[in-house]
């Protein structure tokens, strides 16, 4: 599966981005995938997960403002993001859940600012 993300930019705080994560391969609907991003100087981390049925999983500090969601007919995955914070800014990238190593793309980075 090869993984492509879209839809990042610059917004100011409070403001909205919706990512999209494009996969190839005929296997995307029946992997949990997951949105992950890494912040500068930080650790790469898990944003949001969702299972093959639909179950959603978020990292705390997200929790209420992002929405993941998936289309499996388009083999694509989605993550709305709400009430944006300049901690938030950071390269946002998608990955099968738990992460596979390989199958990180280039990501799209996300910028909020105050």
């Known amino acids: 599966v090869q993984l492509v993300e879209s839809g990042g930019g610059l917004v100011q705080a409070g403001g909205s981005l919706r990512l999209s994560c494009a996969a190839s391969?005929?296997?995307?609907?029946?992997?949990?995938m997951g949105w992950y991003r890494q912040a500068p100087g930080k650790q790469r981390e898990l944003a949001a997960a969702?299972?093959?049925?639909?179950?959603?999983h978020y990292a705390d500090s997200v929790k209420g403002r992002f929405t993941i969601s998936r289309d499996n007919a388009k083999n694509t995955m989605y993550l709305q993001m709400n009430s944006l914070k300049p901690e938030d800014t950071a390269v946002y990238y998608c990955?099968?859940?738990?992460?596979?190593?390989?199958?990180w793309g280039q990501g799209t980075q996300v910028t909020v600012s105050s």
């Open positions: 391969g005929r296997t995307f609907s029946i992997n949990a």
């Open positions: 969702i299972s093959s049925g639909g179950a959603t």
């Open positions: 990955n099968h859940y738990p992460r596979r190593p390989g199958y």
